[in-house]
């Protein structure tokens, strides 16, 4: 017997790159442009005098970060989870609530995580298919499942459903917890947090990583029903009580107390998207329409390998799936409106010999 024959083996999540070349147009991972709110800088000089804290445990009920959070959505803390960033609030959910012998349901083009959690956690799935038009069909759902498992707005798409639709899918899905991962839904999605009271079975994830700047903190949450999260939070204090470190807890409190900031930006970045989206179409680029802070495009002549290459040589970094039906797109991130010329520059360059 080989020792790691007992081992548990996965095929772990890729996530983009992180180059260290200088100068770099980085629109591979969906991050903000721009710098997180003033008061998080000012937060972060004040811990400078309370380093001596660091000494100690950070609060294991996250009581800061918790009441801002829940004072902001006008939620009460029982129906609010804080995690890692929401991957590890997603994955926390799934050790939660997909304990069943029956399959999880998500579409087969999606955020390539969650297969991956179901694969370490051993939960059965099936990946449903989307249309061509990258739509999700209620009907296809119609089925005995284990859950369900939904990005609104999805992602690499960045196709949105209304909430209309949402909660027509939710009155299909009682029985089920039905996870809506809305990690972009600040770029102009429709939120399904004024549902929770509504469906017991209904757990709203969002993250401070993409509308908020704050990737480098690792913040994400979690909305539902005072039972789904009491659930939650077992497990959660079953695994590891003190997930969130102190600096995350008072730098993500202070990010949320400036809603003009956070507005502004996500307004610039909408802006932005738009325009661009508009200028790659005109040169033939094929787009779906976003809510989310990236585009999702391919063009007819030239294949999305090679015009990811040509665009690394001019120094700008997007992200290519090698995955079936999607290898042929590319996902942009949205970064600041002067990074966004010089990629649509390249890309009428790199049209312009297809
Ligand atoms: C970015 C992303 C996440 C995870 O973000 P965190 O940084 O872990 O909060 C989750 N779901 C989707 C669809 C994402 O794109």
Redesign the pocket.
């Known amino acids: 017997m080989a020792l790691s024959d007992n081992f548990r083996k996965v095929t772990p999540y890729v996530p983009g790159e992180q180059p260290k070349i200088r100068n770099i147009i980085k629109l591979n991972t969906?991050e903000n442009p721009y710098p997180p709110a003033p008061g998080v800088q000012k937060a972060l000089a004040d811990l400078k005098d309370d380093f001596a804290e660091l000494r100690k445990y950070p609060a294991p009920n996250c009581d800061l970060l918790e009441e801002a959070i829940g004072k902001y959505y006008g939620i009460s803390r029982e129906n609010l989870f804080v995690g890692v960033?929401?991957?590890?609030v997603?994955s926390m959910a799934f050790l939660t609530f997909f304990g069943s012998d029956k399959p999880v349901l998500f579409p087969d083009i999606t955020?390539s995580?969650y297969d991956v959690w179901a694969e370490v956690y051993r939960i059965p799935y099936k990946q449903i298919p989307l249309d061509e038009n990258f739509e999700i069909h209620a009907e296809d759902y119609r089925m005995e499942n284990g859950g369900i498992v939904i990005?609104n707005p999805n992602?690499p798409t960045g196709v949105a459903k209304s909430r209309d639709w949402m909660e027509a899918f939710l009155k299909e899905h009682r029985d089920t917890v039905v996870i809506v991962?809305e990690?972009?839904v600040d770029f102009g999605g429709e939120s399904c947090l004024s549902l929770i009271d509504q469906f017991d079975n209904l757990l709203v994830v969002q993250?401070?990583?993409?509308s908020r700047a704050l990737?480098g903190l690792?913040?994400?949450m979690a909305f539902g029903c005072k039972e789904l999260i009491r659930y939650l939070k077992d497990v959660k204090f079953s695994v590891n009580s003190y997930t969130m470190n102190m600096p995350s807890l008072l730098l993500g409190a202070a990010s949320i107390e400036d809603d003009a900031y956070f507005r502004s930006r996500v307004d610039q970045i909408i802006a932005t998207r738009e325009r661009v989206k508009l200028q790659l179409k005109s040169l033939g680029f094929e787009i779906p329409d976003s809510k989310t802070n990236f585009l999702f495009v391919s063009h007819p002549k030239k294949h999305a390998e090679e015009i990811f290459a040509a665009l690394r040589e001019e120094g700008i970094i997007v992200r290519h799936f090698k995955k079936p039906r999607i290898d042929n797109y590319l996902r942009i991130s949205i970064g600041t409106d002067e990074e966004m010329d010089r990629l649509v520059n390249a890309m009428a360059k790199i049209i312009q010999n297809a």
């Open positions: 969906n960033g929401s991957d590890d997603l955020y995580f990005a992602a991962d990690a972009y993250t401070f990583s993409k990737a690792r913040i994400g």
